[in-house]
């Protein structure tokens, strides 16, 4: 049985500075999160490397993390986000990739993929293709929005950007992604 966590990421990372190893209760936390928004940007190949340098990269720079910040899933997916951008001619053929074939790696079991796949091939196509187009930012933003769970306060802290700048980015990712399929929600097929 997993023992519940008492302590917040900020104490966390304040104990590791003084015991390295505590670190690790930040990563048990907060891992598989991080590894699903980078496969879902990436691929889980690439998923398994970003997510190991995401970590290696926070455990190196905890002694200037914000302890006031309670919550480290913003910093976390700013680092993952980075490291994405370093990485954005992959992603670009990942979303193409999946705009040809319909197949998403990134989904978990083979039988999920194939029932996904006879059922939305069409539309997850034109959603990778719309997604593959648009701007870097916007992309982040729509992607850390679904893939990240992240609230737009979230988001603007992990990106270092004005809340107003992502509520922007956001609507006009997804103006574009409605533009792109038709006016169909991707999730029901059923037109706005």
Known sequence: MTAVRTESDA????RSLRE?????ALYDQHA?????YLARRLGPDLADDLMAETFLRAF???A???RARPDARPWLYGIATNLVGGHRRAEVRFWRMIARTGIDPAVDSPADRIAERV???????ALAAALAR?????????LLTAAGELTPAEIAEALGVAPGTVHSRLNRARRRMR?????????TNAKD
Request: hydrophobic share 35%; glycine share 6%.
């Open 134 to 142: 648009l701007n870097r930012g916007q992309r982040d933003v729509l």
């Open 11 to 14: 104490e966390v990372i304040e």
């Open 64 to 66: 200037r993390y914000d």
């Open 20 to 24: 390295p190893e505590a670190f690790a």
């Open 119 to 125: 059922s939305a091939q069409g539309e997850r196509a």
């Open 60 to 62: 190196q720079r905890r």
């Open 32 to 36: 598989p999160a991080v590894h699903r």
């Open 179 to 187: 533009a792109a399929l038709d006016g169909r929600d991707p999730l």
